[in-house]
């Protein structure tokens, strides 16, 4: 891999940023600078290459439903968690309702949708909320090899205040038994909300990635942090659904599965191989970078990535 050629895909890539707008629904969110663009790979022998900006520190928003889904396969046996969530793809936005009530028995159709993901919150078997987040920020800084991540207090205020759909899917799914009666939902969103809010850069999410890649192992000290079935479940069902209802059009022009995130964040594993991290805050209308995406699609194109 040459750093000089992933330079020229980022500046050629960079015309795609004006088709795109920075999420608004989250207040905090359209604060982002919509020029931003950033790319970090990193490969199985520590080699990294990164240009733009690739330091630029971004809330992980719907990246973290890896980690959440990964934890949740590691507290509950898969039978259990089928109950509760499928892997299927969607074929409606992120955040919709319409699915819950009349497909699947009101299970949510993947961990990768909001609802997904606050489901798989409920099930994580610490015994306090707090419990719960710190379980999730602490594995964030394991996965990424960054002591030092830490939460935006305002992105989380932001997303609390103004987080009505999500309390809808939560009182919804409580109503239905697929979140259980005991729960505080609005505990439960707390935790979801500030999880959202964790901020990372490319670097962090090129190394989160690259562990996926590895199976779960960190390839440089060979510490097991999950085991290989886990890691194999969450990177097939980021290639089916980790780019909600684009996903299938994503594993036709790229071919690497991938998670995106409302800040601009893509978190793409390429197995075996190397992670990837990307960043730029202009969004298509599913809530996934525009210019990042086509970054993503030159990248795979020109080194012959798509695992298909
Ligand atoms: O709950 C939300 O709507 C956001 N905190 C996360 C959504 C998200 O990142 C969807 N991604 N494309």
Do not use: W
Request: hydrophobic fraction near 40%; aromatic fraction near 8%.
């Amino acid at each position: 891999m040459d750093k000089n050629i992933l330079e020229d895909i980022l500046q050629n890539n960079r015309k795609y940023i004006k088709l795109g707008e920075v999420a608004t629904y989250i207040p905090q969110l359209a604060k982002a600078n919509k020029e931003d663009l950033g790319l970090c790979i990193k490969d199985m022998n520590g080699d990294m290459y990164a240009c733009g900006d690739y330091e630029k520190k971004f809330t992980i928003q719907s990246m973290s439903k890896v980690i959440t889904f990964t934890s949740c396969l590691l507290d509950n046996s898969i039978e259990d968690v089928k109950k509760t969530v499928s892997f299927e793809p969607t074929s409606t936005a992120f955040n919709a309702i319409v699915d819950l009530e009349i497909k699947n028995r009101h299970r949510p159709l993947n961990p990768f949708i909001n609802a997904g993901a606050i489901a798989c919150i409920s099930m994580l078997k610490e015994n306090t909320y707090q419990e719960k987040f710190d379980r999730i920020i602490n594995f964030i800084k394991l996965l990424s090899l960054n002591e030092n991540i830490d939460y935006d207090e305002e992105v989380y205020e932001s997303e609390r205040k103004t987080g009505s759909r999500n309390r809808a899917l939560a009182y919804y799914m409580q109503s239905t038994g697929i979140i259980d009666k005991d729960v505080d939902i609005e505990k439960l969103l707390e935790v979801y909300f500030k999880i959202c809010s964790i901020k990372v850069n490319c670097i962090d999410l090129s190394n989160i990635a690259l562990i996926y890649a590895n199976n779960g192992v960190n390839p440089f000290t060979k510490e097991r942090y999950f085991s290989k079935e886990v890691s194999k479940i969450v990177v097939a069902t980021m290639a089916l659904c980790g780019m909600y209802d684009e996903s299938g059009e994503i594993a036709v022009t790229v071919g690497i599965p991938s998670k995106s995130g409302v800040s601009g964040g893509i978190l793409s594993v390429l197995p075996s191989k190397m992670g990837i991290g990307i960043y730029g805050p202009a969004l298509n209308d599913k809530g996934t970078s525009v210019a990042g995406l086509k970054i993503l699609e030159s990248v795979s194109e020109k080194f012959d990535l798509s695992i298909y």
